[in-house]
């Protein structure tokens, strides 16, 4: 709809804005973003060969110069013939061929209406599985940007991303916690506990009340669900709403002294493969800088590697792991599709992913030809287990990271406070090995057929 009408975040009237010169990140392929990177431009990605012909120098990082780079994507697409570009707002969403959803996190409060009347249908209509339409839903009318009330944050459209920080269970040291579930309910292999005396809380009260948070933006309200404060905010609020809220140590008592810290950190397994653990609790305005500072003081997270820190901002998404199918379709739809930031695939690397793949789901189905899936042992395969992991019930965004790919090699003696780096940049080294070949196999397997 730019330039005629602009959202709050854009400041041109170009396809590719960016917000900053590093936003495509790493660029080795040990890094799983940069892995991502090699396999889109490996399908002729235009976002990824775009960026790299507009690069500036920025260390291990992909950077661009970002007005160079808008207008090369601008032209390339203006002067493709078989793209009609129309510079108008979209009022309605067909749903009688292949249509692709990839409007980002900040849509209009008009679309999101359009949205979210597309997704209650799909709701309404959902069989076998009830867990999103059950509990408290997020209505599209009104002040969609502001938190409505608690119940908000599930249902057909999310409108803050409050994700707690994700570490991998690799830089773990377990000697300082132990595995139990509150009241030893369920499964106690779920939950990994950070037992903190009084001087190591008061220590996590003082990061969390001084240091550097990150400011809001003019186009984001401050107000909170009181269902899920920044962690910060409940520290502020006096010494003991921590001690009585996510870290509070009640039926958690430590099974190797039979002693009840005085506050417990709690971890929770994050997917299936327990490659990753979530803080629960802390989602978080701190700077990332200081979320570092201050977790990694906590016991066993000295050598915390984070596949993703903690965030709190408006950032509208849809609970993809209940209404999408694994081509990010639409449940009980044939055609529609949905891409990009909106699904919870969080980053511009990511999002040109989903765009990659929707497009080609969206024109094999015009075209009649067999539907295909994306290698799971691949980068795109990742994003697609993000997007599709029913594990954590609380779905928030993500970037892509090695906690998604399949399990390899993964020897390593996490009870011994031993961290073994090489091992690990050489298992990643492998990993994405494996995934290229997979990705050039899939390449030169899927060939569109002639038309006409």
Request: hydrophobic share 40%; net charge negative.
């Amino acid at each position: 709809m730019r330039p005629n009408r602009s959202g709050p975040a854009h400041t041109s009237g170009t396809l590719a804005e960016l917000v900053c010169s590093n936003s495509f990140r790493g660029a080795a392929l040990e890094n799983a973003v940069g892995l991502l990177k090699e396999e889109l431009a490996r399908l002729g990605s235009l976002i990824i060969t775009s960026a790299r012909e507009c690069a500036v120098p920025a260390g291990g990082a992909l950077a661009v110069d970002r007005a160079r780079f808008a207008a090369l994507v601008e032209s390339r697409v203006a002067g493709e013939p078989r793209i009609t570009l129309h510079r108008e707002e979209v009022r309605a969403i067909p749903v009688d061929r292949p249509v692709i959803v990839a409007c980002g996190p900040l849509p209009s409060d008009e679309f999101l209406t359009i949205l979210d009347e597309v997704l209650s249908v799909t709701l309404r209509h959902a069989q076998g599985d009830t867990e999103s339409a059950q509990g408290d839903t997020a209505s599209a009318q009104g002040d969609t940007g502001s938190a409505q009330s608690d119940g908000a944050r599930r249902g057909r459209l999310h409108y803050y991303d409050a994700a707690s920080p994700i570490v991998d269970a690799d830089s773990i040291d377990e000697s300082f916690m132990y595995r139990k579930s509150r009241y030893d309910k369920g499964d106690g292999d779920d939950y990994l506990n950070i037992p903190l005396n009084r001087a190591q809380y008061a220590q996590l009260l003082a990061d969390l009340r001084t240091l550097e948070r990150h400011p809001a933006k003019d186009f984001e309200e401050t107000r909170y669900f009181e269902g899920c404060l920044p962690i910060e905010e409940m520290a502020d609020r006096g010494d003991d709403v921590l001690r009585f809220g996510p870290l509070k140590p009640v039926g958690l008592r430590d099974p190797s002294t039979g002693v009840t810290p005085f506050a417990v950190v709690q971890l929770r397994k994050e997917n299936a493969e327990a490659t990753a653990y979530n803080l629960v609790g802390f989602q978080t305005r701190l700077a990332w800088p200081a979320q570092k500072e201050a977790f990694g003081k906590l016991p066993g997270l000295a050598q915390a590697e984070w596949l993703r820190l903690g965030v709190m901002h408006r950032n509208t998404f849809i609970d993809s792991p209940r209404l999408l199918d694994e081509r990010l379709r639409l449940r009980g739809m044939r055609c529609l599709y949905f891409a990009g930031q909106i699904t919870g695939a969080e980053g511009y690397v990511e999002a040109a992913a989903c765009g990659a793949m929707t497009g080609m789901h969206a024109a094999r189905e015009i075209l009649g030809l067999p539907a295909v899936e994306l290698p799971r042992e691949t980068a795109f395969g990742a994003v697609v287990a993000h997007l599709q992991n029913r594990h954590t019930a609380d779905f928030q965004p993500s970037n892509v990271t090695w906690g998604a790919f399949p399990v390899m090699l993964r020897q390593h003696d996490k009870g011994s406070g031993q961290h073994d780096k090489t091992g690990k940049r050489e298992r990643r080294r492998m990993m994405a090995e494996r995934a290229l070949a997979a990705i050039e196999k899939f390449a030169s397997e899927t060939v569109m057929a002639p038309v006409g």
